[in-house]
């Protein structure tokens, strides 16, 4: 009876397959230094042959001779030929990954918009600083319109620029009106079939 795959332990390094697993175990079981290195040789071939692209530059072989002692299980007692890796250089720690940036309240508008709002908050005032600042106010209407319709009013988005550039722009609603923007989410128009 054929054994499953899932009765047998775990490989190591799953791409190479059970069979080059094998030869490695075989490998370690082998008494006589001499013919464990000769066996080791041979593995090193057979894996260079089927997996070319794991040989480095030049013929460089030392990623199969680590994979092969990895395989191993760091058993393999041979003169290898290169330098490789130790189960100490195996171990990772599990570092916490830290959040670049504290938690954004303005993510909907993009991080692009916030960056444009800064910028045009450190130009000079004149004619091209109120166009730019009208522009973004629209710009930054319509993806609230899409992100939250109910909320999606000029004042909001003048309170919003001006919290974003810390109170260098300060927008009178009396002299901006902004564009009107509709929601146009996608209406289910397909008729449902009547029970009968």
């Known amino acids: 009876m054929i054994p499953y795959n899932v009765s047998e332990p775990q490989l190591a390094l799953p791409e190479y397959g059970r069979n080059i697993q094998r030869m490695i175990d075989h490998c370690v079981t082998i008494e006589d230094?001499?013919?464990?290195?000769k066996c080791a040789n041979s593995i090193a071939k057979?894996?260079?042959t089927l997996f070319?692209?794991?040989?480095?530059?030049?013929?460089?072989h030392r990623k199969i001779w680590d994979h092969i002692n990895i395989m191993s299980g760091f058993k393999l007692d041979i003169d290898f030929p290169c330098e490789v890796i130790g189960p100490e250089e195996m171990i990772h720690s599990k570092e916490k990954v830290p959040y670049n940036k504290p938690f954004n309240r303005y993510r909907h508008y993009g991080k692009?918009?916030?960056?444009?709002?800064?910028?045009?908050?450190?130009?000079?005032n004149c004619v091209e600083k109120d166009q730019l600042i009208f522009l973004l106010a629209n710009q930054m209407k319509k993806l609230l319109v899409l992100h939250n319709?109910?909320?999606?009013?000029?004042?909001?988005v003048f309170a919003d620029i001006a919290e974003i550039s810390e109170g260098r722009i300060l927008i009178d609603a009396a002299n901006y009106k902004l564009n009107?923007?509709?929601?146009s989410a996608p209406v289910n128009t397909?008729?449902?079939k009547k029970k009968k």
């Open 33 to 37: 230094r001499e013919e464990r290195t």
């Open 149 to 156: 319709p109910e909320s999606a009013g000029d004042s909001k």
């Open 46 to 48: 057979v894996m260079a």
């Open 180 to 183: 009107e923007y509709i929601d």
């Open 190 to 192: 397909k008729n449902k």
């Open 52 to 60: 070319p692209s794991i040989v480095g530059e030049g013929g460089n």
């Open 112 to 124: 692009n918009i916030q960056s444009m709002i800064k910028t045009v908050s450190e130009m000079e």
